[in-house]
C-alpha cells in the first residue's frame, strides 16, 4: 500500500503563477525525493532533501521538509506550460538494511493554462 | 550517460501469453528498481537487485512473476500466464549504492502492458 499522500490531488494555476504541493507521510524517512512525470513517460528526478535538511532550492524548485508533522512541500515559482505534469514525492524509509526502495503517493496533476 | 533504457514501450497481448521486459540501466549503477504504476497511482516497489543479487521481493511479485540480472548489468521482468490485473506500466530505476547514500534513482520511461 502507498503510503501518505500528495494534497491537492489537481492544481490548475495561470501561467507565471505560483503553485504548491504537498506531500504528508506516516513512518520515517531516510530522505525524501520529488520527481515529475510527464503522460505516458517515466519519472524524471527532481530534488532530494535528506531528514536533518529543511529547505532545498533547484532553480525556480523550491523543497522544504518538516520531520516534526511529517509533511513536505514542492513550491515551483513562475510556473510555465512544460511544468504540466504529475508530480509525485517519494519517501525513503529508514532501513537497517541498506534498502533504498521508494514509496510514492498518487500524485499532484499540475494543469498551467496558457 | 545515456538514461535507463526500456525495452519494449509497449506490449499488447492476450490472457494467458508470457512476456518479458527487458532493462538497461545507467552503466555505472550497481543497484537496479521494478516498479509497477497503474492508472492514476504512483509507482509501487516490486524488487530491486544489487550488482547480480535479487536482495528484496514486495509481497505484490506474484510467483507468476521473476526477475533476473544475470550479469549485474541489464535486468528483465517475466511475467508468466498474465492476467487482466497485470496490465500496468512497469518502470525500472537504477542508482548508485555505496557513494555516501542518499543517492536518486534514475527511472525509464516504462513499458505499458495491456493484457486483451
Known amino acids: 500500500s502507498q503510503q501518505g499522500e500528495e494534497d491537492p490531488q489537481a492544481l490548475s494555476i495561470q501561467e507565471g503563477e505560483n503553485a504548491t504541493m504537498n506531500c504528508s507521510y506516516k513512518?520515517?524517512?531516510?530522505?525524501l525525493q520529488w520527481y515529475r512525470q510527464n503522460s505516458g513517460r517515466g519519472l524524471v528526478h527532481l530534488i532530494l532533501?535528506?531528514?536533518?535538511?529543511r529547505e532545498k532550492h533547484s532553480g525556480r524548485l523550491r523543497v522544504t521538509l518538516d520531520t516534526s508533522k511529517k509533511s513536505s512541500s514542492l513550491l515551483i515559482t513562475a510556473s510555465r506550460a512544460a511544468d504540466t505534469a504529475s508530480y509525485f514525492c517519494a519517501r525513503r524509509p529508514i532501513s537497517n538494511f541498506g534498502n533504498e526502495k521508494l514509496t510514492f503517493g498518487t500524485g499532484t496533476r499540475l494543469t498551467i493554462i496558457p | 550517460d545515456t538514461g535507463v533504457s526500456q525495452d519494449p514501450r509497449h506490449k499488447i497481448t492476450k490472457r494467458g501469453q508470457n512476456v518479458t521486459f527487458r532493462c538497461d540501466p545507467i552503466?555505472?549503477?550497481?543497484?537496479l528498481y521494478w516498479y509497477r504504476q497503474t492508472l492514476g497511482q504512483g509507482p509501487e516497489f516490486l524488487t530491486y537487485?544489487?550488482?547480480?543479487?535479487?536482495l528484496e521481493k514486495s509481497r505484490l511479485l506474484s510467483d507468476r512473476f521473476s526477475a533476473e540480472r544475470p550479469k549485474g548489468s541489464f535486468s528483465t521482468l517475466e511475467i508468466q500466464r498474465t492476467e487482466q490485473g497485470d496490465s500496468a506500466m512497469y518502470l525500472c530505476?537504477?542508482?548508485?549504492w555505496g557513494k555516501g547514500g542518499n543517492q536518486p534513482q534514475h527511472f525509464g520511461d516504462g513499458t505499458r502492458l495491456s493484457i486483451l
Open positions: 552503466s555505472e549503477h550497481n543497484r
Open positions: 532533501i535528506r531528514s536533518n535538511e
Open positions: 513512518t520515517s524517512i531516510n530522505n
Open positions: 530505476a537504477s542508482s548508485l
Open positions: 537487485f544489487q550488482n547480480e543479487a535479487q
